[in-house]
């Protein structure tokens, strides 16, 4: 299950969050994101658990959760929606 931790302290590392979820299960993969141009924490993340029932028991039990003063918001992570071409292509000169 993939999950979305957002709110998170901008120092936040990917070892820290591993060891949080950890606790509940197996983690497959941590991967908080970055801006492309300054490569700072844009201040979320996604943490993929394999066990579906070990994810939900993290999500809920950090959910809320403070880091460094900050309340996390742990929850199921939604598809991202499609975005529009941005223009500027290949295919807006043809």
């Given at each position: ?22 606790s ?49 918001t ?10 529009p ?10």
């Open positions: 299950m993939n999950i979305y931790v957002g709110n998170l302290p901008y120092r936040a590392q990917e070892d820290e969050i591993r060891g949080m979820f950890s509940f299960g197996d983690v497959a993969s941590v991967r908080i994101i970055t801006d492309h141009e300054t490569g700072r924490s844009k201040g979320f993340g996604f943490v993929e658990m394999e066990d579906d029932e070990q994810a939900k028991a993290a999500i809920e039990e950090l959910n809320g959760v403070e880091m460094e003063g900050r309340p996390l742990v929850n199921e992570a939604r598809p991202r929606a499609p975005r071409p941005r223009g500027g292509g290949y295919n807006d000169r043809y």
